[in-house]
């Protein structure tokens, strides 16, 4: 609680250095923790819980009330001597009953149990919640960076196309090369251009998913601040598992909602069980008729006070199979709870299983285009040596160009799919 309440005073207080600033990562994940409109909903709903349980300790309180009424009756009535008279009377009664239960069967023990526990997996599913946003906003956060890095490698393209034209300028003027390869020269500027405004498009349109995801307005000046590549390890496949088995709060949740719905099946059971209470009352009355000698108020409510106590059992006989099909509908929901509790391990699994895979391979795609990016490079200053000397035409040195730029783009996509994977098994592992 300490630790959300330094965290909304920090939001607070720098919320409009935020809007002038770029965003770290971390900034934008601890913004959505608070502000994500499915976290908060899942916070109210652990409220409820906790309403819940306590709902669920009061049923052990007594219930006391008052009452008081005040009736009156005209016209023709039945009389003491069984004939039938004009008559006006009016009566007037107060009082107060009081009820203690005294055993209700287990069901207030088993009852309050029920929503301890239910209250634990509503808890646990606020924390799950926060870890989807946590990793929405990872993933958001470095898509946008991506295409930044993107953006970036486009316009490093249409430099070199832009270079390269002045240079066939040169040569044409020279006479050194065909007029063809100047068009040809001038149709890739072009056709990188397109490259560059579609990547720009790219571009605002992650960091607006960024923003919608934050649920902040983007008037233009949004922007986000790139993190140091850590080069993190990648977490074993058995390791992430283990751990996660433990410390999943997803997957905790299911394991709880089980086992409220196995004490939800011993709650429906005490509908068969007989419960006991206590009953006690106060009460007065005061009695008018007319044309008879009648006490007054104070007399009659002093001679007609009275007092009751008892006690109550109830035995259930037969109550309409109620009971039956409450432990029936009890049961059925035990048997869902065990198909959500395996059905979470599955896709658990499969979601670990499969970001490890895309890391390992992310990681191998990334050395291997590492070498790649090298070896293009060198065969693209040697390509553009030997067409600027006419022993290689615009076809060769335009596919020179094309291999290095998209060796660039694959080193980029790699290693941004390893810095999201990697991140996503760390979080799943310590977590």
Request: proline fraction near 2%.
């Given at each position: 609680?300490?630790?959300?309440?330094?965290?909304?005073?920090?939001?607070?207080?720098?919320?409009?250095?935020?809007?002038?600033?770029?965003?770290?990562?971390?900034?934008?994940?601890?913004y959505?923790?608070?502000?994500?409109?499915?976290?908060?909903?899942?916070?109210?709903?652990?409220?409820?819980?906790?309403?819940?349980?306590?709902?669920?300790?009061?049923?052990?309180?007594?219930?006391?009330?008052?009452?008081?009424?005040?009736?009156f009756?005209?016209?023709?009535?039945?009389?003491?001597?069984?004939?039938?008279?004009?008559?006006?009377?009016?009566?007037?009664?107060?009082?107060?009953?009081?009820?203690?239960?005294?055993?209700?069967?287990?069901?207030?023990?088993?009852?309050?149990?029920?929503?301890?526990?239910?209250?634990?997996?509503?808890?646990?599913?606020s924390?799950?919640?926060?870890?989807?946003?946590?990793?929405?906003?990872?993933?958001?956060?470095?898509?946008?960076?991506?295409?930044r890095?993107?953006?970036?490698?486009?316009?490093?393209?249409?430099?070199?196309?832009?270079?390269?034209?002045k240079?066939?300028?040169?040569?044409?003027?020279?006479?050194?090369?065909?007029?063809?390869?100047?068009?040809?020269?001038?149709?890739?500027?072009?056709?990188?251009?397109?490259?560059?405004?579609?990547?720009?498009?790219?571009?605002?349109?992650?960091l607006?998913?960024?923003?919608?995801?934050?649920?902040?307005?983007?008037?233009?000046?949004?922007?986000?601040?790139?993190?140091?590549?850590?080069?993190?390890?990648?977490?074993?496949?058995?390791?992430?598992?283990?751990?996660?088995?433990?410390?999943?709060?997803?997957?905790?949740?299911?394991?709880?909602?089980?086992?409220?719905?196995?004490?939800?099946?011993?709650?429906?059971?005490?509908?068969?069980?007989?419960?006991?209470?206590?009953?006690?009352?106060?009460?007065?009355?005061?009695?008018?008729?007319?044309?008879?000698?009648?006490?007054g108020f104070?007399?009659?409510?002093?001679?007609?006070?009275?007092?009751?106590?008892?006690?109550?059992?109830?035995?259930?006989?037969?109550?309409?199979?109620?009971?039956?099909?409450?432990?029936?509908?009890?049961?059925?929901?035990?048997?869902?709870?065990?198909?959500?509790?395996?059905?979470?391990?599955?896709?658990l699994?499969?979601?670990?299983?499969?970001?490890?895979?895309?890391?390992?391979?992310?990681?191998?795609?990334?050395?291997?285009?590492?070498?790649?990016?090298?070896n293009?490079?060198?065969?693209?200053?040697?390509?553009?040596?030997?067409?600027?000397n006419?022993?290689?035409?615009?076809?060769?040195?335009?596919?020179?160009?094309?291999?290095?730029?998209?060796?660039?783009?694959?080193?980029?996509?790699?290693?941004?799919?390893?810095?999201?994977?990697?991140?996503?098994?760390?979080?799943?592992?310590?977590?």
């Amino acid at each position: 609680m300490k630790k959300t309440i330094v965290l909304l005073s920090f939001l607070v207080s720098g919320l409009w250095s935020f809007a002038d600033s770029p965003w770290s990562l971390d900034s934008c994940i601890n913004y959505a923790l608070i502000h994500n409109v499915e976290v908060r909903q899942r916070l109210n709903a652990a409220r409820q819980g906790e309403l819940a349980v306590t709902e669920a300790k009061d049923r052990v309180l007594p219930n006391l009330s008052g009452y008081g009424s005040q009736n009156f009756s005209f016209g023709r009535g039945l009389t003491a001597d069984n004939t039938y008279a004009n008559r006006n009377t009016s009566s007037f009664s107060v009082g107060a009953q009081l009820s203690v239960p005294l055993f209700q069967g287990l069901r207030v023990v088993r009852s309050v149990k029920y929503a301890e526990t239910y209250l634990k997996a509503l808890v646990e599913q606020s924390e799950a919640a926060k870890d989807d946003v946590t990793i929405n906003v990872m993933a958001a956060f470095l898509q946008a960076l991506y295409s930044r890095e993107a953006l970036g490698v486009a316009r490093t393209s249409l430099g070199i196309s832009k270079d390269e034209l002045k240079r066939r300028e040169i040569l044409l003027e020279a006479g050194k090369i065909p007029e063809l390869d100047l068009f040809e020269a001038r149709a890739q500027v072009s056709r990188d251009e397109l490259t560059v405004v579609n990547a720009e498009n790219d571009s605002v349109m992650a960091l607006l998913d960024l923003t919608n995801l934050l649920d902040i307005e983007n008037d233009g000046s949004f922007d986000i601040l790139p993190f140091q590549d850590e080069q993190l390890p990648i977490p074993s496949l058995e390791e992430v598992w283990t751990n996660m088995q433990m410390a999943n709060h997803t997957l905790r949740a299911a394991v709880i909602r089980k086992q409220a719905a196995n004490e939800n099946v011993e709650v429906a059971k005490t509908g068969y069980i007989p419960t006991l209470s206590f009953n006690a009352g106060l009460g007065t009355n005061y009695y008018k008729t007319s044309g008879f000698t009648n006490e007054g108020f104070v007399a009659q409510m002093r001679h007609n006070f009275s007092k009751s106590l008892g006690f109550s059992l109830n035995i259930p006989i037969f109550d309409g199979f109620s009971t039956r099909n409450s432990i029936s509908r009890a049961r059925l929901e035990q048997l869902n709870s065990e198909l959500d509790l395996d059905n979470t391990r599955q896709q658990l699994y499969k979601t670990i299983s499969t970001a490890h895979a895309q890391a390992v391979a992310a990681q191998s795609k990334e050395k291997a285009s590492i070498v790649a990016v090298e070896n293009t490079k060198a065969a693209f200053d040697a390509m553009t040596v030997k067409y600027d000397n006419g022993r290689a035409n615009a076809t060769e040195y335009e596919k020179a160009k094309a291999d290095y730029i998209n060796a660039l783009a694959d080193r980029l996509q790699a290693s941004y799919e390893r810095q999201l994977r990697i991140r996503i098994l760390r979080h799943y592992n310590n977590n």
